[in-house]
């Protein structure tokens, strides 16, 4: 002990080793967090080069999330279930209306000008009117069919599938949220841990000065100070206590605070009812949304044209009168995405995604809630602790060369 404080006085830079290795800890852990988010495209000419994890990854990552999301916490046939025909039809009531009017003008116009220009005001009055009585009905109608077929209409994982992977940083930024104080605890960690593993550092290099003492030491520092910090992240996974310190896994014992981040980012970026609505209209879904609504409309229209019909069918035959039928049904559905905007807010408080996705969240078991930050570093842990290693080795080595020679 006595000739191990000797050299430590005679070389005095023999203290600097605990310092250096602390920022070899801190520096490895800093690139393996930065290398599981970025770049969110490979970077470099393949095989060599490198893609963030989870860019890298996405599709497999979205579907991983998704599966939680509809297995663990949310089945939206059931969610949309408390949305009330009614309100629908009240909220839409006044674009509907005014859509309405504007189809009628605009079909009679485009097929039978001439026609609808000598059209008494008072005949035009009386079909507006005629279809506005009907409109609240229609609407009930729609939103009820909406409801029974909605399983056929959304598709729930290709929706949050496709919003993840068409956007990489959307789902960067659900792990980077709520894994933000993991993240840092990584961080700092190497610092800590790179410290104690440098003072072990320092003394095998006082009794074993070989060249490769400092790279081998490094790469151990860069090893275990990341297998440490991804460990004590997620274990132990329920709490037992030391005295009066409770012992917990850093994700798990924040569970109440990262389940209302997290549901705040799936109900607000993800799974929207603007999203939900899109898809609906919009997506591989949308033949049958508009079968739905080409029945209705053309119902109404029957129930609805009285003088109109006669009119259409005594000028140009019943042909006319049902092409005019499929004409107005098609432009209604065209002009339905933005018309049913306004039905966006009573939907979205109907739903209450957010606190319902939050309240379920903090329900799960350690295990189960383990799993919505996990696949981050599952999927390659093993990479990102030899990447550390990796990286500790030629800094140590890099210290060998600096500071001794």
Known sequence: MEDFFDNIIQNPVFLSIPFVSAFVGWITNLIAIKMTFYPLEFKGIRPFGWQGIIPSKAKKMAETAVDLWTGKLINMEEEFARVEPDKVAQEMMPSVDRLSKQIIDEVMDAQMGKVWKKTPGFVKESIYENVSKELPEIMKEI????????NNLLDLKALAVSSLTQNRQLLNLVFIRCGAREFKFIERSGLYFGFLFGIIQMVLWV?????WTLPLAGLLVGYFTNLLALKL?????????????????LFIKRQNEVSEEYSAIIASKIITVENIFEYIIRGPGSQKMYTIVQKHIQQTIEQT??????LIESVSGSKMFEYIKNIASFRFMQELPQNIRTVFGYTEEALNLRIVLQRKMKEL??????????PVFKEDEMTLILVGAALGGIAGLLQYFVVFY
């Open 233 to 249: 992240i997620f274990r132990p996974l329920n709490p037992f206590r030391i005295g009066r310190m409770q012992i917990q896994g």
């Open 365 to 374: 078991t350690p295990v189960e809630f383990e799993a919505f930050l996990r």
């Open 143 to 150: 939103m009820g069919d909406v409801k029974s077929n909605f």
């Open 207 to 211: 009794y074993f000065p070989l060249w």
């Open 305 to 310: 044209a009285g003088t109109a019909k006669e």
